[in-house]
């Protein structure tokens, strides 16, 4: 049997889809079939582990008031903290509309 024609029915079947009864017969004595599968179960623990690891992440609970508090703190226009004027200059004009930004 041509075990490459059949990575994607065996791929399947890790993931708990049926087999055809020669494919079935086939698994059971080839060990290259066998891997796939295994490879693919493997794979499939791994991003089970690492999903369950993110879902266990929970934010500090004073993220959303902190991060509210900074969002209304800047407000929009103005520049930033480090003094940094995105547009140049000392007077903190836009050089295109010549308004201040
Ligand atoms: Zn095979």
Request: aromatic fraction near 4%; include cysteine.
């Amino acid at each position: 049997m041509d075990c490459v024609r059949h990575e994607i029915p065996l791929r399947e079947h890790a993931h708990g889809g049926p087999l055809s009864p020669a494919l079935e017969a086939h698994l059971a004595s080839c060990a290259v079939c066998q891997e796939v599968v295994s490879a693919e179960q493997r794979l499939l623990w791994e991003i089970d582990r690492a999903l369950d690891g993110v879902a266990r992440i929970e934010p500090s609970p004073t993220f959303v008031a902190r991060a509210r508090a900074v969002a209304l703190e800047r407000p929009r226009g103005r520049r930033n903290r480090s003094g940094f004027r995105p547009w140049g200059g000392r007077s903190g004009r836009c050089p295109r509309s010549q308004e201040r930004c």
